[in-house]
């Protein structure tokens, strides 16, 4: 089955370290986003890619990195500059075209222990 | 301002009313409206998309946009309590999609 996958669906992090989460689709799209979410919140935008080798700062991009080497991959690190990265991380991919939409991963809950 | 904006709720109706959940929106080069549903510790699934002016009706939802307000609109008919979510309003322009910060809904039996 076509979809996105993100790994893993929990991570817990230690103050002062960098984590990546994965985000893997076989969905053939293009496009493929990050996002963070806090409780009781909406999504907020931190990088996305249109194309392979080539991506965005959204608007939270600080603390975080991204890479594009492949089109099925898009990992997020969160490093350690990212003073409160505790939050759900939803990947989503979209293809090429301005009017489809976005599909989601199942999401990364990160927590700082 | 925020580029999309909607309130938080909670937006509360009984079993089989109407709930009517808003959304406006900054860019006026924005090109595709989607409303997506969350429930907790879950990503989003998407209700609706919409295009171009006027309703879109799909089973007992209906969405709305207006490009000249900057607004669009998700009506969810008969509600039942297994509609209590939060709603997300999203907005494409280009490559970027750009959400709200969702409003939350509760259908009370």
């Known amino acids: 089955d076509g979809g996105i996958t993100q790994s893993p669906k929990y991570l817990f992090r230690k103050e002062g370290q960098n984590v990546t989460l994965s985000c893997e689709q076989n969905?053939?799209?293009?496009?493929m986003y990050w996002y963070r979410q806090d409780p009781g919140q909406g999504l907020r935008l931190i990088y996305y890619s249109q194309i392979v080798n080539d991506f965005q700062k959204g608007d939270i991009a600080e603390g975080y990195s991204v890479s594009r080497e492949k089109k099925e991959s898009f990992p997020l690190t969160v490093t350690s500059a990212q003073k409160n990265p505790t939050a759900f991380y939803l990947c989503?991919?979209?293809?090429?075209?301005?009017?489809?939409?976005?599909?989601f991963g199942q999401g990364t809950r990160l927590t700082v222990v | 301002q925020k580029e999309v904006e909607q309130n938080s709720g909670p937006l509360s109706v009984p079993e089989g009313a109407i709930a009517s959940l808003n959304c406006t929106y900054s860019?006026?080069?924005?090109?595709?409206f989607f409303w997506y549903r969350q429930y907790s510790g879950k990503s989003p699934e998407l209700i609706m998309s919409?295009?171009?002016?006027g309703d879109k009706e799909d089973g007992r939802f209906t969405a709305q946009l207006n490009k000249a307000s900057q607004y669009v609109s998700l009506l969810i008919r008969d509600s039942q309590p297994s509609d209590s979510a939060t709603y997300l309003c999203a907005v494409r322009r280009d490559q970027k999609v750009t959400f709200g910060t969702g409003t939350k809904l509760q259908v009370i039996p």
């Open positions: 919409i295009y171009s002016n």
């Open positions: 989503a991919s979209t293809q090429g075209q301005d009017y489809t939409e976005a599909f």
């Open positions: 969905l053939n799209h293009d496009a």
């Open positions: 860019d006026r080069g924005s090109q595709s």
